[in-house]
């Protein structure tokens, strides 16, 4: 187009042409540019803001990793239990940035180093636990092992399963075994991952009668494979505990692998007493573990190393089998999940992970050996020298109650043998592991729920110790803090019953029976308005259960009470914490009624007020216009006209009295003002009657506090010292009433019966003057202080 321009002759044209091309150009960029900006707009809007720009540096995204693990400074920290991570958690961190790197080597050399280090692993575990000639598959999760397991074995017991599939587990059903004692949900998670129905699973039952309640019941388990045999299902796998998860018992394994040997069963063992396979002397139980088919070890939290893989070790003749299930594979990435553990095993040697599993084991001993010489603390353990777990709960025998009925309830046992202790003591149980839990952050404690014992706690050294750097001194520290706290425990339990039966006698007091509350009760004030079989929230008892619980809080006991809603409805109550000490039930509970009658009458006072004034001030208006009426009766008609009312009143003045009214709040009551301008003082009217008050006036010692009883349960305080502390209290409000009134004048002489006292001779003496006074016609009413 240059060149067209140039061949115009015209110059006016050719300015003109070249003044177009550039405002074309001008318009065409401006166009450009708005269109990449709205581009860019529109593509930042879709990116999320980390991500928009030019990335950020590496200081900056671990500053946000930091915020996220830690939280924000305006957050309230939480007690939340940190990993001890040393040297050897560091080297087991290591191994997965080395894997990531390892992955990028050439393929021949991945393959070798990944083999190396598979095999090198999977022989150090079996020589170190004891199971000669095994495999080992290595997995994140733990239970994802036992799945593969289970693969396994459809794929031995079903010929056909590679072709046929499910329809021969139609025709055929299997059936895998659980304990009772199981882990929680570790059925549900295999037929999941398996896709069997939950019929495929079995629950058997622990023993009722003889061993321990958590154990598996050998003989019940023989039946059940028969039955199912029977109805032409196939028993194909039965999962033992070596170490129950919650109190970690074992359970007889080396009848259970008969037994699986007579019926073609595969055994696989689990559980935390594996561990102790690693140590010199093994219990018999956990020895004949070695000789199942396949078990699942967990290595890193038994040593106290992070993100550490767990370990399957199992025996099977057949690979293509194994890589079928999925236990083994020809990716490097899956034989690169043992790379941390290989390095850790390394750095601990024999030695340090020996001395790991041991030191658990004996604090364990330690904490069993000091808890068995407490009172009232009951230990539930299989055997006491191998079982690395200890459960222990608070106990105390009720009043009439069989102990040994106790231990082994039956079905025609009434509940108040157990039902009644278990009710009581499961709470307290739950306050005491969250004590001693704070107390003793490094012991690693967790409150559990029993089906048959209840509320306990757990210290499981081979699962925390290592994380958490537990020591014998923690455990010292633990029974010491043990031994604080059963006077608080055996105090509360002793006068639960008490404040049942006396909040139950008290009228206008409800008891509230919260199985979660630990503390002496909980009780509820039944105001007049209280709709009973409601459930909803009730805002006056809100009121006037928060007015309570200030009054409690001032009188500065050493109970703690709080105001929350009730175990079963949205209705406010008062809860009233542990004692201490010997505390008198009686006085608390009446205490309690009386304030809170005393908040209700004077919340409905103040409600009512309104409307009585109301009254008061129309009811003072009648009585008001009919004494002006009274009035122009009495003074006549001729009084009211101005001018000669005017003169009638100078020739004959009208004394007339001035009536008023004033209300009375106390009484609400409409009084006359004739008593004020007649005495220039006002009437006190009628008296208020007094507020209800508690009936039990007692009398404490300086520095006692509310609701203690100051002699009860006291060895030290004889009945002699009893009357000594009364005399001297008789003497203190003796002398308190001063000398004057009690004690007799120093120099007088006897004063002969019927003769008059001093003082009465003088109060004689001053009527008799005031009687020769002049006295006016009209009466002498003396004018009050506030008149003069």
């Known amino acids: ?76 920290p939480q007690s939340t239990r940190i990993q001890n991570i040393g040297e050897q958690g560091h080297i087991a961190l290591l191994g997965h940035s080395l894997g990531a790197y390892i992955s990028t080597l050439d393929k021949e050399k991945l393959r070798k180093l990944t083999t190396r280090i598979l095999s090198d692993t999977t022989l150090w575990l079996c020589r170190i636990f004891r199971y000669e000639n095994g495999c080992a598959y290595f997995h994140e999760e733990e239970r994802e092992g036992l799945a593969k397991i289970c693969r396994l074995a459809i794929h031995s017991r079903y010929e056909d399963f590679v072709v046929d599939g499910f329809n021969v587990l139609y025709n055929k059903k299997p059936v895998i075994y659980l304990s009772a004692a199981a882990r929680p949900g570790l059925g549900q998670y295999l037929c999941n991952q398996l896709g069997l129905p939950f019929p495929c699973l079995c629950r058997v039952p622990c023993n009722t009668m003889f061993g321990s309640q958590h154990q598996m019941d050998v003989a019940f388990l023989e039946k059940l494979i028969k039955e199912d045999i029977e109805r032409g299902k196939l028993p194909l796998l039965l999962v033992a505990n070596a170490g129950t ?47 199942c088919d396949s078990m699942t070890l967990t290595p890193g939290t038994w040593l106290g190393l992070p993100a550490v893989p767990a370990a399957t070790l199992y ?77 222990f709960r608070f106990f105390q025998e009720l009043p009439g109650s069989d102990p040994v009925l106790k231990a082994v309830p039956g079905p025609n046992m009434a509940p108040s043998a157990v039902g009644r202790e278990r009710h009581s003591c499961d709470a307290l149980n739950r306050w005491l592991g969250e004590q001693l839990k704070q107390l003793v952050p490094a012991s690693g404690l967790t409150v559990m729920d029993l089906e048959t014992e209840g509320s306990c706690v757990r210290f499981s050294p081979l699962t925390t110790a290592a994380a958490l750097g537990t020591r014998a001194e923690d455990v010292d520290q633990l029974v010491a803090c043990v031994q604080s706290k059963l006077p608080v ?60 619980l200030k009054k409690l809080n001032e009188l500065e006991s050493d109970l703690t009470f709080k105001m929350g809603p009730e175990y079963k409805s949205m209705k406010s109550c008062i809860y ?144 002699t010292s009893s009357v000594s502390h009364t005399e001297d209290l008789e003497k203190m409000e003796h002398l308190s009433a001063g000398p004057e009134q009690d004690a007799p004048e120093a120099n007088s002489p006897e004063r002969p019966p019927g003769a008059p006292t001093p003082q009465e001779a003088e109060q004689a003496g001053a009527l008799q003057n005031g009687a020769q006074r002049p006295e006016d016609d009209r009466p002498q009413v003396e004018e009050p202080e506030s008149l003069r």
């Open 245 to 291: 998860a919650a109190v970690g018992h074992t359970d007889k394994i080396g009848r259970l692998k008969e037994l699986c040997e007579q019926y073609g069963i595969w055994l696989h063992v689990e559980g935390v007493n594996l561990a102790t396979l690693a140590l010199g002397y093994v219990s018999s139980s956990v020895l004949a573990a070695t000789k």
């Open 315 to 391: 025996k099977h003749d057949d690979p293509a089998l194994t890589l079928v299930a999925g236990l083994t594979s020809n990716k490097p990435a899956d034989k690169l999940r043992a790379l941390p553990l290989w390095l850790s095993l390394q750095y601990l040697g024999l030695d340090g992970i020996v001395e790991r599993i041991k030191h658990a084991c004996q604090l364990s001993q330690r904490l069993q050996e000091s808890l068995k010489k407490v009172n009232h603390i009951k230990i539930l353990v299989e055997d006491e020298l191998s079982s690395p777990v200890v459960v």
């Open 489 to 548: 425990l055996t105090c509360t339990l002793q006068l639960r019953e008490e404040f049942k039966q006396e909040v139950t006698g008290m009228a206008g007091l409800l008891y509230v029976d919260d199985p979660n509350w630990p503390g002496i009760g909980v009780v509820r004030y039944e105001h007049a308005s209280d709709d009973k079989s409601s459930l909803k929230l009730d805002p006056e008892g809100e009121k006037i259960h928060a007015g309570l």
């Open 1 to 76: 187009m240059d060149a067209s321009l140039e061949k115009i002759a015209d110059p006016t044209l050719a300015e003109m042409g070249k003044n177009l091309k550039e405002a074309m150009k001008m318009l065409e960029d401006s166009q450009r540019r708005t269109e990449e900006e709205n581009g860019k707009k529109l593509m930042s809007g879709d990116i999320p803001g980390p991500l928009q720009g030019s990335g950020q540096d590496m200081v900056s995204i671990l500053q946000l990793v930091q915020n996220l693990m830690h939280g924000d400074e305006d957050e309230e």
């Open 576 to 719: 009233i914490g542990m004692a201490s000490e010997d505390i008198d039930v009686s006085e608390l509970v009446e205490t309690i009624a009386v304030t809170a009658r005393e908040i209700e009458e004077n919340s409905r006072l103040l409600e009512n007020m309104t409307e009585v004034v109301r009254k008061g001030i129309q009811e003072a208006q009648v009585q008001l216009q009919k004494a002006n009426e009274e009035r122009l009766l009495e003074e006549g008609v001729l009084r009211q006209i101005p001018v000669v009312g005017s003169v009638l009143n100078w020739f004959s003045p009208v004394q007339a009295s001035q009536k008023g009214r004033s209300f009375n709040l106390t009484a609400g009551s409409l009084e006359s003002t004739e008593h004020t301008y007649v005495y220039k003082v006002q009437g006190t009217g009628v008296t208020p009657p007094q507020t209800p008050s508690g009936t039990r006036t007692k009398q404490r010692l300086p520095g006692q506090k509310p609701f203690k009883r100051s002699l009860r349960g006291s060895d030290a305080l004889s009945e």
